[in-house]
């Protein structure tokens, strides 16, 4: 899509104005009080001439995004959406902003604008009561689809939206063809995102135990302590399914599923055979380090400098058995040699009174392994899900704690499964 052509570039004067006045607005040094400023702060949006560098400071200045936000809500009416709202979705349609950073700058201010629900919802109805021009019906259709594609669970209302019949119609029933083919678009979307939720027959997805969801994007990667011990067998379905006539328009969707559901049971194969392997439970070679008899010290969050996403400081009551006959001064050296002990980002098995409970990521800090006695630092994948939060709870109260290191290649299998699930078109 081509950026705006407005009547002020062809106007050195008035396009100097409006710059000022986009960074005076920017910096907070102006405020926008009324719709005739809002619209001339999206005009002055609309005027600058690289949309990578005016969308990214829209976005990290101090006033630039909250400013778009108070621009769109002025005035609702049916003038301002075919106008300066119109414009500014046109904007923003444009091709730098899909491609940089793979649409990341591009999603975010989206999801700001359609976050300003008094904004969103006139617009949804100005285009159900068809009271928007073609520009602004593609407008609107153009923000639909990239809503859609927003990671769950920010695109539900959205897909909702999609599914309504009047919404549909007015794109495939359309006379013009850029509405079609966005209806089509739309269309295809919801092919591949919805799985039949009326499938309620017996051995269907959902409610084995606490990872088991209809949909397979709710599905954790990692697995839950209950997963693993669920007698259930894992729901997979059968290749003749995807020929069920039955399921015609929707075999796209389950396709994704049936892969998906596939690859990740393979993960899990070699994950349950190693942890048997690293309990005593099956005969068999472990390659990583199994502590026992941990204690809980502390919460690690980075340095001051350099904050971290949360993890928990787990002490060793012993020595590592690797780093017994090391002199204290040569402990941190032997350490940053050894990459493979204890090695960054690998995956452990954490066990509270014998009982599997979490698989959280180790966090290789060096001082805190050459202290005395060792501290580990693991994080948690999915931190405030309901499995992490039982995990948090039980440590208060468990009477032993149990690492064991896992060295399935996890890291070969997250991307294809996060792959599959964001995949959408």
């Given at each position: 899509m081509s950026t705006l052509q407005d009547s002020s570039a062809e106007d050195p004067v008035r396009l100097a104005r409006l710059n000022n006045l986009f960074h005076s607005v920017n910096k907070g040094d102006r405020s926008l009080k009324s719709s005739r400023d809002g619209d001339r702060y999206i005009e002055s949006l609309c005027c600058q001439s690289d949309p990578a560098v005016c969308i990214d400071q829209v976005l990290h200045s101090s006033a630039g995004m909250s400013a778009l936000q108070s621009s769109i809500r002025f005035d609702l009416s049916p003038t301002f959406l075919n106008g300066p709202a119109s414009r500014l979705l046109n904007y923003l349609q444009h091709t730098e902003l899909e491609t940089l950073l793979q649409g990341a700058l591009l999603r975010q201010v989206l999801a700001n604008i359609a976050g300003t629900a008094l904004f969103w919802n006139a617009l949804e109805q100005a285009f159900r009561r068809e009271e928007l021009l073609l520009p602004a019906q593609i407008s609107f259709g153009w923000l639909l689809m990239q809503l859609m594609r927003l990671q769950e669970p920010h695109c539900d209302v959205y897909y909702q939206t999609a599914r309504e019949p009047r919404i549909l119609d007015i794109f495939l029933k359309s006379r013009e063809l850029p509405l079609r083919t966005i209806g089509s678009q739309i269309s295809h979307l919801l092919s591949t995102w919805a799985i039949s939720m009326d499938d309620n027959t017996i051995g269907g997805a959902g409610g084995r135990h606490d990872n088991d969801f209809v949909d397979f994007r709710q599905v954790a990667i990692l697995p839950t302590a209950d997963e693993?011990?669920?007698?259930?067998?894992?729901?997979?379905?059968?290749?003749?399914?995807?020929?069920?006539?039955?399921?015609?328009?929707?075999?796209?969707?389950?396709?994704?599923?049936?892969?998906?559901?596939?690859y990740r049971e393979d993960m899990l194969g070699e994950l349950r055979e190693e942890i048997l392997i690293a309990l005593g439970q099956k005969k068999g070679r472990h390659r990583g380090i199994v502590v026992e008899d941990m204690t809980l010290v502390g919460v690690d969050c980075g340095t001051e400098a350099k904050r971290q996403n949360w993890g928990l400081r787990l002490q060793c009551q012993r020595d590592l058995l690797q780093l017994r006959n090391v002199k204290p001064k040569d402990r941190k050296q032997t350490i940053e040699s050894s990459h493979s002990l204890l090695r960054h980002q690998s995956l452990t098995c954490l066990i509270l009174d014998g009982e599997i409970s979490a698989f959280p990521w180790i966090h290789r800090d060096t001082d805190l392994l050459a202290s005395m006695p060792p501290i580990i630092t693991i994080r948690f994948t999915g931190a405030g899900t309901a499995s992490v939060t039982k995990t948090i709870l039980k440590l208060k109260t468990c009477r032993t704690i149990k690492l064991v290191q896992i060295d399935t290649a996890v890291f070969a299998y997250e991307p294809v499964l996060l792959g599959l699930q964001k995949m959408k078109t």
């Open positions: 693993l011990v669920s007698k259930e067998p894992p729901f997979l379905r059968l290749a003749e399914t995807l020929d069920d006539p039955d399921v015609t328009g929707n075999q796209l969707a389950m396709h994704l599923d049936h892969q998906f559901r596939l």
